[in-house]
Nanobody, 115 residues
Framework: QVQLVESGGGLVQPGGSLKLSCAASGSIFRPSAMGWYRQTPGKQRELVAVMPNGGDTNYSNSVKGRFTISSAIAKRTVHLQMNMLKPEDTAVYYC?????????WGQGTQVTVSS
């Protein structure tokens, strides 16, 4: 079964940087898309950045210029470099992958931006 496990979350001060990583295992092979979403309690899960296989990354307007996504599907890894972090970036971040019309999600990693 496909599993996505996030790591790298934690507490960081505003203006700081943090890098999230996602390790995939199971039957994932050249998924149609991989990326990151985030969610705050009481709110819907929102797009952070998604990279289609062989395509250009789609970034949320709120993170453009600050976050950078990278992936190495052959190594089953997805990363999210977060710079110039703001308190509103505080959320649980989820790794995402789509394969054969099915969406897969990691368990999430908490990112807290606070002074």
């Amino acid at each position: 079964q496909v599993q996505l496990v996030e790591s790298g979350g934690g507490l960081v001060q505003p203006g700081g940087s943090l890098k999230l990583s996602c390790a995939a295992s199971g039957s994932i092979f050249r998924p149609s898309a991989m990326g990151w979403y985030r969610q705050t309690p009481g709110k819907q899960r929102e797009l952070v950045a998604v990279m289609p296989n062989g395509g250009d990354t789609n970034y949320s307007n709120s993170v453009k210029g600050r976050f950078t996504i990278s992936s190495a599907i052959a190594k089953r890894t997805v990363h999210l470099q977060m710079n110039m972090l703001k308190p509103e970036d505080t959320a649980v971040y989820y790794c995402y992958a789509q394969l054969s019309g099915t969406s897969y999600w990691g368990q999430g990693t908490q990112v807290t931006v606070s002074s």
